[in-house]
């Protein structure tokens, strides 16, 4: 069903007593990992719907929390998302729906959420910023949406974040590599992965504490737009935090980069690592200017930071290339592969956006989770406080997912591996990194 923007795509899940009625890394061998690096979410993992019942209790409901999105026994459970429907992401958006339809259903099959259905209504991204914050004002007003899960709110963090406090609606697993984790913390957004700055902190501290490491020197070398901003102020605030000098910053503007003079000034200080923060486009003309100086300075870089022709980067940057990775095969348990595979299969899941597919399906998990968690009488502010309870719930899928009053992002913290340029492959360097 296609939506006109201002009425929503209505999903309506059958419900059925309960009845007990593989996703692989993209080209990944063994233990090594994918080589897929420029999507939104770089690593495609294995994933599974768990849908065991936890017990719920009777308890009785303030004022308060009547206000705050208390529903009737009798009603469904509807649940919006948010998904671009037009231009070069349109089927990523099909590919979210499809997969939360599928996981809905099966749900539901099992007995639903404290005997309620759940129901999937969709919107649509507008063409800017806010005009998709006003379609899902929208919804919200004409549908008795009670909380959103897997959105792509990717370039629109701010409005759609702002909506949801102002609301007071809960957000689970939003789709966006710029989670807004600042001050006053939002308590209605649940972020899965760290995004770009938290994995930017997780690598200044893994190049700190490395035990063969000396007093690591780090400057920064970036293109200039609102998330590398973040990204840049996350490397200062973590290498002041590990009692590292504050890195010197080089900046360009996109389209304008001159890898030769840019080599020259990072060569004249040289530092012992450059934090590259730029357009995967702009990586080897710079790596291989390096290459023409005789400078080979370790390279420090993020998911979606390179693509597949980092392999070929010259050979002298071999074990100098380092990437953070939001989740590692190690975080995939066993039986989800089975489980996830078979959900692919028996809904026809489309065979393309496999990511997008996966974050929006733990975030679903997690989700009715927490549903079930809060009990019979259900409330937003139920809902919210049970993910506040989240501590090291296994998704399968991801690093261990722990949530608090104080937390917003399950899972804070990256991966490292190294580049191989000879077997063309990546290969673990670290287990996870915390970062607070």
């Keep these: 069903m296609k939506s006109n923007g201002s009425r929503p795509d209505c999903l309506l899940i059958p419900f059925m007593t309960p009845s007990r009625a593989f996703l692989s890394i993209n080209n990944m061998k063994k233990a090594n990992f994918a080589t897929g690096l420029p ?250 200017h390096c290459e023409k100086v005789g400078w080979f300075p370790q390279i420090l870089l993020q998911a979606g930071g390179a693509g597949s022709d980092i392999f070929a980067a010259p050979v002298g940057f071999q074990g100098k290339l380092l990437v953070t990775m939001p989740s590692s095969p190690a975080d995939v348990t066993g039986p989800t592969t089975q489980e996830f595979q078979a959900l692919v299969e028996k809904y026809k899941l489309p065979a393309k956006h496999r990511a997008a597919q996966i974050s929006a399906y733990a975030a679903a998990k997690i989700l009715i989770e927490g549903l079930k968690k809060a009990g019979l009488n259900l409330t937003r502010e139920r809902l919210i406080q049970m993910l506040e309870t989240f501590n090291e719930y296994q998704t399968g899928l991801t690093p261990n997912i722990t949530y608090g009053p104080n937390r917003r992002i399950g899972a804070m913290g990256a991966y490292v591996v190294m580049i191989d340029l000879k077997e063309k492959t990546f290969v673990p360097a670290s287990g996870w990194i915390s970062v607070n």
């Design 39 to 288: 999507t939104l979410l770089a690593v495609s993992l294995v994933i599974t719907l768990c849908l065991g019942g936890t017990g719920t209790t009777q308890t009785q409901i303030s004022p308060q929390e009547k206000r705050a999105g208390q529903i009737d026994l009798s009603d469904n459970i509807e649940i919006g998302t948010v998904v671009p429907a037009n231009g070069p992401l349109a089927d990523m958006g099909q590919a979210v729906k499809s997969v939360l339809a599928a996981a809905f259903t099966e749900a539901n099959l099992q007995g639903g959420i404290n005997e309620r259905h759940l129901e999937l209504k969709v919107i649509e991204t507008g063409e800017t910023p806010a005009s998709t914050r006003v379609n899902i004002e929208r919804l919200l007003k004409n549908e008795k949406i009670f909380a959103f899960v897997g959105a792509f709110i990717a370039g629109a963090e701010a409005e759609i974040t702002s909506l949801m406090r102002e609301q007071e609606v809960p957000l689970v697993g939003p789709l966006t590599l710029n989670p807004q984790s600042g001050v006053p913390l939002n308590r209605h957004v649940f972020y899965l992965l760290s995004g770009n700055p938290g994995q930017a902190r997780a690598l200044v501290s893994f190049v700190s504490n490395r035990s063969d490491a000396r007093r690591p020197t780090i400057a920064v070398l970036y293109s200039s737009g609102q998330l590398n901003d973040k990204v840049v102020e996350a490397i200062k605030e973590e290498s002041r935090k590990e009692n590292l000098n504050t890195p010197p910053v080089y900046e360009y503007q996109v389209g304008s980069f001159d890898p030769s003079t840019m080599v020259s000034q990072l060569k004249e200080i040289n530092p012992g690592s450059v934090f590259f923060v730029g357009r995967s486009e702009d990586l080897n003309p710079f790596l291989t």
